[in-house]
């Protein structure tokens, strides 16, 4: 990662200290990280595709370990923050090569991680459990081109980009399948709903959680949709990059503080800026020129904090209104996440860190 993203100035600590340190609980566990290493990277990277995603911005280029430990212990100074960690799931990505590295992670740091499988995946790898992995982490942009048929990757179904063998496999050991939902309607989507419905009746013990809450970056994503949803069982959302307060109040109302897991994005999460809802369409807002962005005009006093911390704000926002109690934000930042994590690992002292 470029050291100019793993700086804080005075007003992210204050920020922190007003905003944060009393909110937070001691022990924060992140459930949405990328990580990996620029040799992983089989080709370079093209404008077009830093535009379709901002984990590819040349501002990142990778996110180790020690990037982790840097910013997290920067970002919360005082907290214990722990991830599940996870490759990045792009066609540039030797998946391989970034697999093993999240199995080294995962050992050194004794968390656990999520395995990105290639749409088509017929083997699960023996050593699956003993390198860590408790689920899988699939995503649509992995699907091949010839599977496309020139439609956008955003417009699959599902199924394209999970094979069967992972969702026999997730529901024979209760796995988590961290789903990051396709198509423009994102929950409004009849084939969305009908495909996520079939998992959870089909494949019963898997531990599906929504990634950015179905992709739900403004109130009208879910307003109406997240009726959809509420009634399945074994399902959760992660809060990964959304900063809209409603959103989130409306998750914990309708989910419940059980069902909703922090999750931060990290890499992206680090950059200045926030996501915004214009006329109920997301754009990212930073205080740099983006590919994939709207800038901001940047003036000594208006400098942006981190998304990461606009999604710590919102998460407040709505638990404040909510009236949350301290165990219930303790649900949303550390309990739901190793709760679920135990029912996988037995909770063995040995393999965890906290
Ligand atoms: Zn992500």
């Known amino acids: 990662m470029e050291k100019k993203l793993l700086s804080s100035n005075k007003k992210d600590i204050a920020v922190y200290r007003e905003e944060f340190e009393e909110f937070l609980p001691e022990r924060i566990f992140d459930f949405h990280i990328h990580t990996w290493k620029k040799e992983f990277l089989k080709y370079p990277v093209t404008f077009k595709r830093i535009k379709q995603n901002p984990l590819l911005d040349k501002d990142i280029v990778d996110f180790s370990v020690v990037d982790f430990d840097l910013i997290t212990q920067r970002l919360f100074p005082v907290n214990k923050y722990y991830g599940l960690f996870f490759g990045l799931p792009l066609k540039e990505v030797d998946l391989k090569k970034n697999n093993d590295y999240v199995a080294e992670i995962c050992r050194k740091k004794r968390s656990y991680g999520l395995y990105v499988p290639d749409p088509d995946l017929k083997e699960i790898p023996i050593d699956f459990f003993k390198n860590k992995f408790i689920g899988f982490k699939p995503y649509l942009d992995l699907v091949p081109s010839d599977i496309l048929e020139g439609s956008s990757s955003l417009e699959v179904s599902i199924f394209n980009f999970i ?30 709903i009908e ?20 992709r739900s970056y403004c109130y009208k994503d879910i307003d109406d949709h997240i009726k959809n949803i509420v009634d399945l069982k074994n399902l959760y959302i992660d809060t990964a990059m959304i900063n809209d307060s409603s959103v989130i109040r409306l998750l914990l109302e309708k989910l419940g503080p059980q069902r909703v897991i922090y999750g931060s994005d990290l890499p992206v999460s680090a950059f200045r800026g926030k996501n915004i809802d214009l006329d109920n369409k997301h754009y990212f807002v930073t205080d740099t020129k983006k590919l994939w962005s709207l800038p901001i005009k940047k ?12 999604t710590i704000r919102a998460i407040k ?35 965890r860190s906290w």
């Open 163 to 192: 094979s069967k063998k992972v969702l026999e496999y997730s529901d024979k050991y209760g796995l988590i399948l961290l789903l990051h939902i396709p198509r423009k309607g994102r929950l409004g989507d009849k084939k969305n």
């Open 299 to 310: 003036t000594e006093s208006s400098g942006l904090t981190f998304f990461i911390y606009e």
């Open 317 to 351: 926002s709505a638990a404040t209104e909510l009236a949350l109690n301290k165990k219930e934000v303790e649900s949303v930042f550390f309990l739901n996440a190793v709760k679920l994590i135990d029912k996988i690992t037995g909770s063995r002292q040995e393999d």
């Open 195 to 214: 495909e996520i419905t079939t998992i959870n009746q089909e494949y019963p013990n898997i531990k599906l959680i929504l990634a950015h809450a179905g």
